[in-house]
């Protein structure tokens, strides 16, 4: 298969990315970060076959309409997203974005035929919203104007759209200000974690892995103009899933004369803690033929990395500080 993935440099981007080329399929990878920039997160594939990096913007509708007509994708995974919270800035990077992308699909579109045609689809991801509603930031009105306008447009031009909704991904390389991050990066420098809402907020935690055979799958199978729901049944409370860490590290690395959990600190009493959303992932197992791993075996493989990676920080800093 042949996928333009767009936001290809970010968390979830960068795990499509990872799998599908692992797979053996042929990967363009769009996202405006600098090429001079190294992604850690890419270093497994960066070298490998089939596999390119594009510095563009998804905003740039010419570009985008020439990347299509040259790359010749069979899928698109939209997952370009906007890291500024400025108002100009989302209005252009979530809408501006998801109309230059999906424009330049339909006119793509129009022009296969035959088995391109049926096998084109346009992937792209929503973040699965609390059960009680809340008032939106503007990050999240943005993207929820973006969904819309995708799903209504592909609606009138009959476009090949599937859109999947998932919660709280967590895996390797994660970004640092997500809960399980920090979690992980204060427990291993024995640090005490504070836990807000007395550790009550649920979240619909899904292995970045799963996710990422999630999105691939839908980009082979999924009719048009469908939605899925990608979980793994892992609904769990804060307080959940800092037991579930500390449960590990016990495990692995116990610390002499305590628990980890002993770093775990509690704040507040759990009023107004937010529900996550209620994910059944039942039709992605049925029809897509969606096999995910679980987040016992996600755990397991963010911790494996975590250690690894916090084992190397500290002999390089040994190493510094011996020089």
């Not at 799998?19 to 270093?43: C, F, M, Q, T, Y």
């Not at 055979?213 to 103009?225: H, K």
Request: with cysteine.
């Amino acid at each position: 298969m042949r996928v333009l993935v767009t936001g290809g440099c970010g968390f979830v981007g960068s795990a499509v990315v990872r799998l599908a080329v692992e797979r053996g399929d042929h990967v363009l990878n769009l996202d405006r970060r600098k090429k001079s920039v190294a992604i850690p997160s890419l270093g497994p594939v960066a070298q490998r076959e089939g596999y390119a990096r594009l510095e563009a913007d998804v905003t740039d509708r010419a570009m985008i309409k020439a990347i299509l007509r040259e790359f010749s994708p069979d899928a698109v995974i939209h997952l370009a997203a906007c890291g500024d919270d400025d108002p100009s800035a989302l209005m252009d990077g979530e809408i501006g974005g998801a109309f230059s992308l999906i424009e330049a699909a339909r006119q793509y579109h129009e022009k296969l035929s035959g088995e391109a045609r049926a096998r084109f689809r346009i992937v792209h991801l929503e973040r699965g919203e609390s059960d009680v509603p809340e008032k939106p930031t503007r990050t999240q009105a943005a993207r929820g104007a973006a969904a819309t306008l995708l799903d209504r447009w592909a609606r009138a031009n009959d476009l090949p759209l599937v859109t999947c909704v998932a919660g709280e991904a967590f895996g390797p390389w994660q970004p640092q200000s997500s809960f399980m991050a920090r979690l992980v990066s204060s427990l291993l420098y024995g640090q005490p974690f504070q836990m807000d809402a007395a550790g009550e907020t649920v979240r619909d935690w899904v292995p970045i892995r799963d996710l990422a055979s999630g999105l691939l799958r839908a980009a082979e199978v999924a009719p048009g103009q469908s939605r899925y729901d990608l979980s793994v049944g892992a609904e769990r409370r804060d307080i959940d899933i800092a037991e579930s860490v500390c449960s590990l590290l016990d495990e692995r690395m116990p610390m002499a004369g305590q628990l980890w959990s002993s770093l775990i600190v509690m704040q507040g009493d759990g009023f107004g803690a937010s529900h996550g959303p209620m994910l059944d992932a039942v039709e992605a197992e049925r029809e897509l033929g969606w096999r995910p791993q679980g987040f016992h075996a996600g755990l397991d493989r963010l911790l494996t990395w975590a250690l690894a990676s916090h084992a190397a920080s500290q002999a390089r800093r040994t190493a510094i500080a011996a020089e």
